[in-house]
């Protein structure tokens, strides 16, 4: 079981993904330049995620749509977008690879740009005293929080999140 205490009060968890379901959780938090509404255009831009997220092979749609599939880490990932409420939050569900995991975003406009919380609960597919993987997928998503995070960071606010 996971501290609970660590994970943001506005994260919706879907029945299931809370913290204390979860074979590993992983919390990110960081100040950015720029508006909620352009780091959120920025992350749900999924066409781009090949060119910037690491490990992203693939993605099926050019837009978020409630339901696309990404090839991550070489795993192929069917996404389904849990919740949507723009420019603040952002969650979706992936499953394949073995795991099923559920990644929260949360942006709030600060002084200093956006503060940006990532949260994610991870499932395996085998029982949490069995699992062996969730370490590794915990390493892996964390490298991801932070690329994604760095990226928010050093791309410059401009009207064109894609460019």
């Not at 506005?10 to 959780?25: L, V």
Request: glycine residues 8%; proline residues 9%.
């Amino acid at each position: 079981m996971h501290d609970t205490s660590n994970s943001h009060p506005d994260i919706h968890w879907p029945s299931g993904f809370s913290p204390a379901d979860a074979h590993s959780f992983h919390r990110a938090r960081a100040v950015v330049p720029g508006s909620p509404e352009w780091s959120f255009a920025l992350l749900t831009d999924v066409a781009n995620w090949p060119n910037w997220v690491p490990g992203c092979e693939e993605v099926s749609s050019v837009t978020l749509t409630q339901t696309f599939e990404v090839v991550w880490a070489g795993h192929r990932f069917e996404v389904f977008v849990g919740e949507s409420v723009p420019p603040r939050r952002i969650g979706w569900l992936g499953i394949g690879g073995g795991v099923m995991l559920y990644q929260a975003w949360l942006l709030t406009e600060t002084e200093g740009g956006t503060e940006v919380v990532v949260e994610n609960a991870v499932r395996a597919d085998v029982p949490r005293p069995l699992d062996t993987l969730s370490d590794a997928w915990a390493e892996r998503l964390n490298e991801l929080w932070l690329a994604q995070l760095e990226k928010l960071s050093e791309h410059p606010p401009s009207p064109d999140p894609t460019s």
